[in-house]
């Protein structure tokens, strides 16, 4: 009599995840990922295997999704007399249903943008985080300050190579599928680039330097029939800098209001206008340091990802659940740690594509409040310093406008 083959024993249970007080888990709004198949759909796109947002939008034959990078719900709720335009479309959107949506996990600029153009999760795309470690980095001998590829500027440390977007992330983009005239709109330092190209690929790209530049470069665009995409960072990086809540996050809020007011003004009558985000942000008030902490930094080979969600990379043979226990004892309620593993079964980064999972850390670490784990090993100074932060589940960080008008 022989055993149980392989085919005879059930596949264990995936964890069941649940995140402690202050956090949620991705998908208790509409995801964003969900957003642009929708307006695809809305222009005659056929895209039966990707799952929409429920966005609920009428056929037509023009639409412009504008993607304000740092435009988290809460803030703008909290500014939003700076912004009456939006304000307007809130209010709008609050009476109709459902006025937000939620960025995938990490909240962050890569991961949602690549999850914003292909309508697949972080854990398909391999866009897991603003840095990431280098797959080949063992075999090439690197040592750990030069093992990070930068998934926002696509570059990689002195001695590792650079990745092709394409092999990163080979997924069609909702760009490339579209049978219609795409047009994406953002700086020109974004042409061709690694990010744009990954995630955004398929779309003819059109750079405006400048937000009113920015602007009538979408009316250009919608002179003709098709799909228009406007991506601006100019509020993010004031977050980052100052904090949402400064004078300057207003005034630069400000001015991107006037900018959608000149759009809706002059848009063909009929254009679906779609404005939402790719995450939130927290101003950060406390900042832990792996190199100056002893029980964070034992075994850590390198920390990837960003202060707010990190991936933490440990030594090779290292006891994984040891090391989770000593960072959650070490971090308390500022944090949520899981094992990598734990974290891709129990679906935190959405389905994880096999190809991916080298990518995801040993550990993957989500905080709380207003806290930040750095690493001033391979961090820059100015990086350690920002106000602003972002990546995990607070609901600061993951709800973003969804906010639709027709002109």
């Known amino acids: 009599m022989t055993g149980p083959t392989a085919a005879d024993v059930a596949a264990p249970d995936p964890p069941q995840l649940h995140p402690p007080a202050g956090l ?44 304000v990078d740092g435009l988290g719900a809460e803030a703008l709720t ?29 909240s962050t600029t890569a991961a949602s943008l690549g999850s914003f153009g292909t309508g697949r999760s972080p854990g398909e795309t391999g866009l897991l985080g603003y840095s990431l470690r280098c797959p080949d980095a063992a075999a090439l001998g690197l040592p750990p300050a030069d093992q990070l590829v930068n998934l926002v ?78 991506y601006w960072g100019a509020l993010d990086a004031v977050g980052h800098q100052r904090g949402w809540a400064a004078p300057e996050w207003g005034e630069e809020l400000a001015a991107l209001d006037a900018g959608l007011r000149t759009l809706l003004r002059r848009a063909p009558r009929g254009t679906t206008v779609l404005v939402t985000a790719d995450h939130g942000m927290v101003d950060v008030t406390e900042r832990l340091d792996v190199a100056e902490t002893p029980a964070l930094r034992e075994q850590v080979v390198l920390v990837a990802g960003e202060p707010r969600a990190l991936h933490v990379h440990l030594e090779p043979g290292a006891a994984i659940g040891a090391a989770r226990e000593r960072w959650a004892e070490a971090l308390g309620e500022r944090a949520w740690v899981l094992t990598g593993a734990d974290a891709a079964a129990g679906g935190l980064f959405g ?40 990546g995990s589940l607070t609901t600061a960080e993951l709800a973003v406008p969804a906010l639709v008008t027709r002109t």
């Open 78 to 106: 909290a500014r939003a007399g700076h912004a009456p335009v939006l304000r307007g479309m809130l209010a709008d959107a609050a009476a109709a249903g459902e006025p937000h949506a939620s960025a995938g996990y990490p």
């Open 153 to 230: 500027s696509w570059t990689a440390g002195p001695g590792a190579p650079v990745p092709d977007a394409r092999t990163w992330q080979p997924l069609p983009t909702v760009f490339e599928r579209f049978e219609g005239a795409s047009t994406a709109i953002g700086k020109s330092k974004f042409a061709g680039s690694g990010l744009t190209t990954a995630a955004l690929r398929g779309a003819t790209f059109v750079p405006a330097d400048r937000w009113d530049d920015a602007v009538e470069a979408t009316l250009t665009a919608l002179r003709r029939p098709g799909l228009v995409y406007l």
């Open 24 to 67: 949620e888990l991705p998908g208790t709004r509409r995801p964003l990922r969900g957003l642009l198949p929708d307006v695809a759909r809305s222009l005659g796109a056929v895209l039966p295997d990707l799952p929409g947002a429920g966005l609920d939008l009428p056929a037509g034959e023009r639409a412009v999704v504008v993607l």
């Open 351 to 390: 389905p994880v594509a096999d190809r991916n999972r080298a990518l995801i850390g040993d550990l993957v670490v989500a905080l709380t409040g207003t806290t930040a784990v750095v690493d001033s090993r391979s961090q820059s100074a100015a990086s350690l310093r920002l106000v602003g932060m972002h």
